[in-house]
């Protein structure tokens, strides 16, 4: 299906392109195909982004200030524009969205601008993409036309649906039991309303793969995409280093069978500190750039984990040639990081290599690890399989250990999912990707930990050596905690543990405020409060030369940024990375001229310093070149935006199905948050919210108190606030919105023992 979209991208590529050259570049051969074209070209010229220019080429008008960005709504009916440009959200008017739908990228243009606290506005102009091919909904008959009609669930989609096929409903009653996934065949346009038709039915009741298929559909996440019938290249191996002697280990924490393959790791003490070595599977030499394969990847984005089983992200062909097996030669791309015993690199080196992992080191090697004496000399029957590893795996968890200490490019905080045997590879820790914003909190029994603090490290030297040669990379920003939220989560944390040893002095970094919560009584709520706060995490582009990049370049080679690239098997963005550092290692020229004995080891510690010379040849230049661009970096960061509300959904669920089993019964729960409308309290083994509303708490008129966080009632003075204990009853639960409603035990309310209980309204008063 043509979009604008992908016309809007064709057009890109040249100065001007012909109507002819745009049909061919389209794939489009049939007529109606091209008369579809011609109706959106026209479109597109009326409103004024594309133009004619020399000979009746099309071009992409550059003289209107449009403006792009993807259509955010509320449950509520308040819609902005996100911009792709990283400026201020615009306010879209009802009148103004044009059929647009939440998730839809947009062309914007502005209509009034940005005047004090309000936003600017903007009417959309044009749909550039629909997020939504297929959708969930439930299905109603309409008896005025005697028809059945969908309606989302999505109630950020206000919108009605035909249906093109009929469906067959007994006695025309909507079943509440069912949903129905829905493909748009039409969307909505002038006074016509959006057509569909009934892929499949739904039952809410079908188990944990039942669960599974809801939220994959609701999440537009496709499940079976056609994989191309294309073999991996072969990699050459002349050239390559060889590591078959070094006793390299593989750390796996996740036990289902078709989880991906990660790293391999080396380390020995070296000159008062480590020497450290990094193996990580050679995935994007197999690829080609542009081929069907690398489209593949690129549109499935990232591996999914289904909670205790994954949706793969590599092909079959390509994760059985690439991935590290024991006692078996496998090509890597490696990297030797040196630090001293402050945990400073001192030095590292980028190679291709081959390797030979001789084990793999799970959870019960590590605690058994933890639990032997320093001084014993006898091993235990859990480590006697890995027996000849155990200085080796010492160093990897010393120099972990030295590693994390200093490394502050991540927040690092305690997960509390439920132990439930339906999410447990959600548990261990997911290298390099932070799906909030922030990270598992170190674990040195969870090897996937362990590969964690080195996968980040490495992706900070990654990040440094191609600033060093000015080469594309794609990074991780993570978005800037605003100081006035700091400032009153500290005030929170004060009431809540007046233990707790912080610096007022309006320098606190978000770091150095949860280090001050880990000896807190109080600590899950309080890491819980500064999830709250935490933005989130963005791809973005680095090229050199660019107005933006040059700016950011002194920044971005001193501040601990991450360019993911050791870890190919999970997502795109890291075959990316890898793909620019492989180009340098198999590709870039290694001295001045082809009789210079003189060499460059390109992969070195400031080995650019060196190099006098243009590295790549004018055709791997260009290559890269058209590689980096920043449609990738969109596209990759709404997959990201899909896998993570993915993760949420399937955590919520799982408790929500857990509360279920607990309706009417009277559970002990804790208060975890306060608004106006009523108090969430989580409950006590699930780590699941529910909402005491406040129009249950029929016992008095109670006024919300931002400050303290806490809701007070006007008569009696009782309060509800964080950290109180309470006795509530589990009403309903509402598995598609991940909603827990919650009743208030009365007269069962229980004070935990450092609540401190404001039973004054003077006293409220004076401190606000």
Request: include cysteine; glycine fraction near 4%.
């Amino acid at each position: 299906m043509t979009t604008v979209s992908k016309i809007l991208e064709s057009l890109e590529k040249e100065d001007g392109l012909e109507v002819t050259k745009l049909e061919k570049s389209l794939k489009l051969t049939k007529k109606l195909d091209r008369d579809k074209l011609e109706i959106a070209i026209n479109a597109l010229k009326k409103l004024g982004i594309v133009k004619n220019i020399d000979n009746n080429k099309l071009s992409i008008n550059r003289e209107n200030e449009f403006i792009q960005g993807k259509v955010r709504c509320s449950s509520k009916g308040y819609c902005f524009v996100v911009r792709e440009d990283h400026g201020e959200d615009i306010y879209i008017r009802e009148a103004n969205l044009n059929n647009a739908w939440h998730g839809d990228s947009v062309i914007v243009l502005i209509t009034k601008q940005a005047l004090k606290r309000r936003a600017p506005e903007g009417s959309i102009q044009c749909v550039v993409k629909r997020y939504n091919e297929k959708l969930l909904a439930k299905i109603e008959f309409d008896k005025s036309n005697e028809q059945f009609k969908a309606y989302p669930l999505d109630d950020r989609i206000p919108v009605t649906i035909e249906l093109d096929n009929q469906i067959n409903i007994p006695d025309k009653q909507y079943n509440k039991d069912l949903i129905y996934e829905i493909n748009i065949s039409r969307y909505p346009i002038a006074q016509l309303n959006a057509t569909g038709s009934v892929i499949r039915e739904l039952p809410l009741n079908s188990g944990v793969d039942g669960d599974i298929e809801i939220l994959l559909s609701k999440n537009n996440i496709p499940k079976n995409i056609d994989i191309p019938k294309v073999s991996p290249k072969k990699i050459t191996l002349k050239g390559r280093e060889d590591f078959t002697s070094q006793k390299s280990l593989l750390f796996q924490s996740w036990q289902s069978s078709n989880s991906p393959s990660l790293p391999a790791l080396f380390a020995e003490p070296y000159e008062g500190g480590y020497r450290i070595w990094i193996h990580v599977p050679a995935v994007s030499e197999r690829i080609n750039i542009g081929g069907k394969l690398d489209i593949y990847l690129k549109n499935k984005g990232e591996v999914i984990c289904l909670g205790n089983n994954w949706l793969e992200f590599l092909n079959d062909s390509l994760k059985i040639e690439s991935e590290f097996r024991i006692n078996e030669d496998c090509e890597s791309i490696s990297l030797m990081i040196d630090i001293n015993s402050k945990g400073e690199v001192i030095d590292w080196n980028f190679s291709l290599g081959i390797i030979k992992p001789v084990n793999i080191v799970t959870p019960n090697h590590l605690k058994a690890i933890n639990k032997r004496k320093a001084t014993s000399k006898s091993i235990p029957i859990a480590l006697r399989p890995i027996k000849d590893c155990i200085e080796i795996i010492y160093s990897l968890i010393n120099s972990s250990k030295i590693i994390n200490e200093i490394n502050i490019s991540s927040i690092k905080l305690d997960q509390h999912i439920p132990d439930l045997e339906r999410l447990s590879e959600l548990h261990k820790a997911f290298p390099s990707r932070d799906f909030q914003g922030w990270s598992k909190s170190f674990d040195c029994e969870d090897p996937q930990s362990i590969i964690d603090v080195f996968v980040r490290l490495s992706n900070n030297i990654l990040a440094k050596h191609l600033i060093g040669y000015e080469l594309p990379f794609i990074y991780k920003e993570y978005e800037e905690i605003d100081s006035t939220s700091i400032n009153e989560l500290t005030k929170s944390a004060l009431a809540l543990d007046n233990t707790i040893k912080v610096n007022i002095d309006g320098s606190l970094t978000t770091n150095e405020l949860i280090t001050s919560f880990e000896n807190s009584s109080e600590k899950k709520l309080l890491h819980k409060l500064v999830k709250h706060i935490i933005p989130g995490i963005n791809l973005r582009l680095f090229k050199h030369n660019t107005l933006e990049t040059s700016e950011l370049k002194d920044e971005l080679s001193t501040s601990k940024i991450e360019s993911p690239w050791c870890c190919p098997t999970l997502n795109y963005w890291n075959i990316f990375n890898q793909n620019i550092i492989c180009s340098l290692l198999n590709d870039g020229k290694n001295k001045s001229s082809s009789r210079s004995k003189e060499t460059i080891l390109l992969g070195k510690k400031d080995s650019w310093n060196e190099v006098k010379w243009e590295i790549f040849s004018p055709k791997i230049k260009q290559i890269i070149e058209n590689y980096s661009n920043s449609k990738i970096i969109n596209d990759l960061n709404e997959i990201r935006q899909k896998s993570k509300s993915f993760r949420n959904n399937i955590i919520s669920i799982a408790q929500g199905r857990e509360a279920q089993k607990i309706i009417g019964q009277e559970v002990t729960a804790i208060i975890s948050g306060v608004q106006s409308y009523g108090f969430f309290a989580e409950i006590d083994d699930l780590s699941a919210e529910g909402l005491v509303h406040v129009s249950t708490l029929g016992d008095d008129w109670y006024e919300y108190r931002s400050r303290q966080n806490l809701l007070i009632g006007r008569k009696y003075k009782k309060t509800y606030q964080l950290a109180q204990k309470v006795n509530v009853r589990v009403l309903k639960v509402d598995i598609l919105k991940n909603q827990i409603d919650l009743e208030l035990v009365k007269d069962d309310v229980i004070e935990s023992t450092n609540s401190n209980i404001i039973s004054n309204d003077s006293d409220i008063s004076s401190e606000d």
